[in-house]
Structures are given as structure tokens and as C-alpha cells.
């Protein structure tokens, strides 16, 4: 948004928390000299030709390979299920067909062999209708208790309801068709895109309720994309977020893993391993891997907001933080809430940074 | 064959040159535990079902990711040539036009722009037209001299020929639906299928002309599948292979490499580097490479004859030892000549397999 609107000739002033730019997106070189995602892994990938034209100005790509295999039973599954992970676990070779056969089987036990004659009222319903109980239990059940810190049947159907399911052999993780990364890195991408005459960045800056007040005054366009809550000092209450502490571990040999991220559902407090050097394509000796181990978010410690937990608690104290948010997009100084913070709302890279372009372009 | 015939009741004796069956199928675990593909890997993949269903009785599967990248300017690039190799190669992200135009303008050198509209002479001008100057190259040029140990120019196009080109993302190495390997390795399951009451495998067994005289004596059928000119004491002189040296390193630690195999079309006297544990999927914590050195057969030495060399030469002698092949096919003990060796002819795994399955059936 800010390179839009100085693209457009407007000054831009860019207010940073942290000491660095890019947000999540933040890659670096760790003391290893291996290039890490220090916010958990961002596999970028998109349909969009728009997107990529617009960040090609910014980058040079690779083709990144985003694989991902689950540990089951002492064994590397690959993800998501497909014809390869049936394959694999049970030791026949699927087809379509067999597929589709074995999950209507599967389904039996939920009271129907179709998917969508069943209405799931929880994520475990959500799952179980859809894989069957042993894919449910091997793979998702105590992932999603891990990741989420309740149990699936206490967790909304929409948060498992997109994971996907493939009747095909197709061993890449993400569906869309552009899967790659910049050369050199998130950090310098977002670098070249704010080096611009009309862009002020300045970092570890706390903007809070207090501090946007007087930023009114001085602009005339606002886009915040701290926590929804925060801004106006929650006053409804606290939404909340699950956090991960990343517990990363250097060693000095090429690859521990086969591919980039290895899942483990059932052992271990981590709910997975991410080797970053298989997605950035970095050629060096050493590697670095990071142990996600999910948490409670606490406003106040040094957690970051990873996730918004999508409970009805949570889902209607956002509607009450929603009204004051339509009020803030009027005035003089209108303030648009954008990211996942912001809207307390999931995004995919692509998604949020597709979004922030055409907002930014529409109010140019 | 000997499995069909023994499920058909007949009594077969299988006679082995080596001291171990299944070829070069062959895979055993090496001193350090590491299951390894001893003659080259074989990357088992097929489009039928009706191989993968018998073969099915002698085998329990995994899904195999057969992913190979060409070390290119100090840097890894996705092969086979595809949107995804173009991409990492240019840094430019490609879609399905701009690949056609890169095509397109790439070709303009040779004379054409469209691959159909040129007649190419030898595998040279093959990859010219295919693939322009740029990937030629960098990918195949210097490849292709190291296999083969002669020139492009100096090759018939048809070995180019059914170098793969995609327009789509696609990184899975082979074309074929399933792509899958026996859990417990190739030997085990080729163990499973000899291991019969009317089959008799007999190791370390020489047959040769003369064997062969007395053999027909006793046994109403027979499959040869040693070398074509061999079995004619190479009467009319010597077919010529192109053999490899297998330089086996072992590493203590998981992985070398991010994929299963790494070609080094530029550098170093081998051409390419297998690191099979990414199709096994067997997990142990060293790792076991093997860099494949092309080398001259000859019949005399250690040497193993690999892959036949399709020059006018040896394709006109070919034609002479067919002559007598065909005698051979007849008389009161047939003798058909069946694999690489026996028809001077590359196979695929599945081919083999398929074809083998097909004339037993027909022939039982």
C-alpha cells in the first residue's frame, strides 16, 4: 500500500513496532549464516498473474517446492491426503476409484457415506465426515488439539473445513498454481519495494490509541494493521490468538528432512519440524530447522498474535469491535483496518497482499 | 515369466549369471544399513494397472517422489525442462505463453520457429529445435557428451527424442500415473515372486552357446536374457554398450541433497548424483550417495553392459543377430529373447515388466 500511494506521489510514513520491515514475512541469515523464516514458515504461492506482475518489479523468483509429509506410526506419509498418502499408509496403490470407495466406508460410522448430506456441527464432525475416522484420528485429531489447544469437537467446522483432500497423486502442499519465492529472500523483496523517495519507514515505533489520535491530525489516510482489539484498548475485552514459540536448532550437515516441513499429529509437544532451506533453495553446508510448538497468546509477555481463534466468543466481541471500526472509515482522516490482525481474520500471503493492492489502488 | 509358468503348473529353472536374482533391480542394504539401488535407480512407474495389480500380489507400496534438479551456474534447477525450470533459470516467472514464446524466439537460430517444420539429422539439431541454444547448452550438450561419450551431433536423434518438455509446474520426474516402490525394496518382492515350489533359481550360473545346446535338450522352452550377440558368440562381432561406474559415498548424517537425484550436466566426470534414500524413504540416520562415472563396456573386464548405443553401426549389426533370433524362435525348444540385453533395446522397469508379463501369459 505504501509503494501504491508513493507510486501515486503521495508522501508515505510507514510505522513499525518491531526493528525490521516485512512483518511475518521477515526472512534473515541466522548466525549460521542459513536464511530463515523467523516468524514461521511463508510458503508463498498464488493464481494470481496480477499479483506476480506487480512483485516481479521487486524480485527475482525460484520455483520453490512446498512438500509436506506427516510422521505416522514411525513412518513419512506425504500431505495433504491424497492417492499417495492412502498408498503409503496402507500399502496398496489407490485410484480414484478406491479412494472414493474407502472414504465412503470410512464415512459409514458418521450415519452417512456422503459428505455433503451431513451437517457437521464441529470441526471433528467436520473432519470425520469427511475423511473417516482412521485418517481423523491418524492425522488430525490430536494435530488440531495441539494447534489450537482444545479439542476438535470444541472448535467451529470452518476451521478444518478447507483442509483438502485430493484425488490425485499430486504431492505438492499448496493448490495454486504459481509456487515460488524471491531469490534473495522475503526481506529484500519488501526492502526494494519500500526504497522509494516517498516512503518513510520508522521502526520500532508503538502506534497505540493515544498515538493514532495525533496521527489524525497529521495525515490524511490511515491504514492500521495492528490487533482490531488493541486499538481501541479493549475496551469489549481481549480477543484471542494461539502464539508459537519457535525453537530453532542448527546442524552442521546438508538436510535433516526430505522436504520442508514434516508434521507430527501424534508425538512430541511440536506440532511440526520446518526445514526452510528446502522452500528457499539455499546451498550451504549447514541447516537450520524450527520446532513449532503452539501457545496461548498473552498480550502482555513476549508472544506474538499468530492465529485468530475462531471461537463464538471470540466471533462476537469481533462484531461489537466491527461497529467501531465502520466508524473510524469515516471522517476526515478515515483509518481502514487491513491484515490479519486488523480484521481478525486468516490470510494466506497472496491473499492479504492481493488485498492491500487493490485497496491501496482504489483509494489512491 | 517364471511365476506365470509356475502358477500354470510348469516346472522352471531360473538360471542367474550373479550371485543374487532380480537383475538390476537389484537393491540390498550396504554396510551401513542404507537400503541402495545397486546397479543405478530404478524409478518404478507405471500407467498400468493390470502390472500394478499382479505385481500387487508380491508387494505392499509407498508412494515414491522421484524429484530431479540440474546443477546449474552454482545453483539447483528443477528438472525436467517445464514453467518451473524456466522460472529458477531466469528468475522471471513463467507462464504457458511466455514458455511457447521463449521457445519460439530460442528456435529462430536453427532456422524455424516451430519444432514440427524441421527434419533434425542427429541429436544435436533434436535439441536445438525442441529446446533453442540457451537450454541446450546448459542442460544437454556436455550431458549428453559425458552418457554417451561421443558427441550430440554424432548421435541419432531419437535418443534426444523423448526428453520431456512441460508446460506446467509439474517437478515429478516421470510421466507416469503411479510412481510407487515395493515398502520393503525391489529384491523382496521379486523374492516373493520366485519363491514358488515349481520354480528352481540357480545363482552363479553361466549359460553360454554351449549351455545353451544342452539345455535345449531338456526343457521345452526357453527365455534368454543375456546380451543378443553374446549368445551367438558374437559371430558377426560385437555389439558396443555404454557401462557406468558406481562411486558409492556414505555420509553420516540424513540427507545430502534436497531430491533423489542431482545431474551435473557442467561439471566433474560423473554426471549425475543418486541419493536413493528419498525414493526408499527409508529413515536411518547416515546417508548413502552414488555418483554415476559413464564408462566404456567391455566384455572382458568388470564391466556391466548398460545401455545400448544406437548408432547406425550397431543397429545394422543388430538386424544380422535378429536374423538368427528369429531362427532361434522356432524348433522343438523355442528360445525368445526377451529385455535390454536379449533385444538391444532401452526399457523402462514397467515395460519390461509388462511386456515379460504378456508373453508369458500368451506363450503358457
Given amino acids: 500500500m505504501a509503494r501504491v500511494f508513493a507510486d501515486s506521489g503521495h508522501e508515505v510514513d510507514v510505522f513499525e513496532k518491531r526493528s525490521h520491515i516485512a512483518g511475518n514475512c521477515y526472512d534473515e541469515y541466522d548466525q549460521h549464516g542459513v536464511l530463515i523464516h523467523k516468524y514461521g514458515p511463508h510458503y508463498f504461492r498464488t493464481d494470481s498473474e496480477i499479483l506476480l506482475e506487480y512483485l516481479s518489479r521487486f524480485a527475482r523468483w525460484r520455483s520453490a517446492s512446498y512438500h509436506v509429509q506427516a510422521m505416522i506410526d514411525g513412518e513419512l506419509v506425504p500431505l495433504p491426503i491424497s492417492l499417495s498418502t492412502l498408498t503409503t499408509l496402507t500399502g496398496r496403490v489407490f485410484n480414484e ?32 465426515v469427511r475423511f473417516g475416522t482412521e485418517i481423523y484420528q491418524k492425522f488430525f485429531l490430536h494435530y488440531t488439539a495441539k494447534q489450537w489447544g482444545i479439542l476438535p469437537k470444541d472448535l467451529s467446522p470452518s476451521v478444518t473445513a478447507r483442509i483438502p ?3 490425485n497423486f499430486d504431492q505438492r ?29 520508522k521502526i520500532n515505533t508503538i502506534v497505540g490509541s493515544e498515538e493514532i489520535a495525533a496521527l489524525k491530525l497529521k495525515y490524511s489516510l490511515i491504514f492500521y494493521t495492528g490487533p482490531i482489539d488493541q486499538y481501541f484498548n479493549c475496551v469489549y475485552g481481549q480477543l484471542s490468538y494461539r502464539s508459537l514459540y519457535f525453537e530453532w536448532k542448527n546442524f552442521s550437515f546438508p538436510y535433516l528432512w526430505p522436504c520442508v516441513q514434516i508434521n507430527y499429529p501424534n508425538e512430541h509437544p511440536y506440532t511440526r519440524c520446518v526445514e526452510i532451506k528446502h522452500a528457499t533453495g539455499q546451498l550451504i553446508s549447514s541447516t537450520t530447522v524450527c520446532y513449532e510448538h503452539p501457545v496461548r497468546y498473552c498480550q502482555d509477555s513476549t508472544t506474538e498474535p499468530y ?3 475462531l471461537t463464538q466468543d471470540n466471533l462476537q466481541l469481533l462484531e461489537r469491535y466491527n461497529v467501531m471500526v465502520d466508524e473510524e472509515s469515516v471522517g476526515s482522516t478515515p483509518v481502514h483496518f487491513v491484515g490479519r490482525l486488523a480484521e481478525y481474520r486468516y490470510y494466506n500471503m497472496d491473499q492479504i497482499l492481493l488485498k492491500a493492492y487493490n485497496l491501496a489502488n482504489m483509494l489512491v
Fill in 165 to 167: 483432500l485430493r484425488y
Fill in 307 to 309: 492465529y485468530p481463534m
Fill in 173 to 201: 502442499y499448496p493448490e495454486e498454481k504459481y509456487q515460488v519465492l524471491p531469490s534473495d529472500g522475503l526481506t529484500a523483496m519488501f526492502k526494494r519495494m519500500l526504497f522509494h523517495p516517498k516512503i518513510q519507514v
Fill in 97 to 128: 476409484q478406491e479412494l472414493a470407495l474407502y472414504l465412503q466406508n470410512a464415512r459409514v460410522g458418521i450415519g452417512t457415506s456422503v459428505e455433503g448430506q451431513f451437517e457437521p456441527k464441529n470441526a471433528e464432525e467436520q473432519c470425520l
